[in-house]
């Protein structure tokens, strides 16, 4: 059973930065598809960033793209999520989210992932 702990979360005003992280364990880490997601309330949860653990390959969502950045640490099992130039509209749960094992990464589709952690605030303000 593969565990996502998020953390990283807070408030900061527009144009800032913040790096989610999160930690994946009890499972195979490598060959393994991370995402990121987000949801506010009243809104569908969306995917915004996926990472392939095997390579690095990325995949961003059109609304975070050129300003969020995925990578890793193997090291350390874990995945981050750099957030730039935040806007408002940025303000949400985010929540990190894996496939099984060795399953393809090209999918931002919240059905095609298995696992979840239990998210992380984020709040952006103008």
């Known amino acids: 059973q593969v565990q996502l702990v998020e953390s990283g979360g807070g408030s900061v005003q527009a144009g800032g930065s913040l790096r989610l992280s999160c930690a994946v364990s009890?499972?195979?880490?490598?060959?393994?598809?991370v995402a990121w997601f987000r949801q506010d309330p009243g809104n569908e949860r969306e995917g915004v960033a996926t990472?392939?653990?095997?390579?690095?390959?990325?995949l961003y969502a059109d609304s975070v793209k050129g300003r969020f950045a995925s990578s890793q640490d193997m090291a350390k099992n874990t995945v981050y999520l750099q957030m730039n130039s935040l806007e408002p509209e940025d303000t949400a749960m985010y929540y990190c989210?894996?496939?099984?094992?060795?399953?393809?990464?090209?999918?931002?589709?919240?059905?095609?992932?298995?696992?979840w952690g239990q998210g992380t605030q984020v709040t952006v303000s103008s």
């Open positions: 989210a894996a496939r099984e094992f060795g399953v393809p990464c090209s999918t931002l589709a919240r059905g095609d992932y298995t696992y």
């Open positions: 009890g499972g195979t880490y490598l060959r393994r598809c």
């Open positions: 990472i392939y653990t095997r390579g690095g390959s990325t």
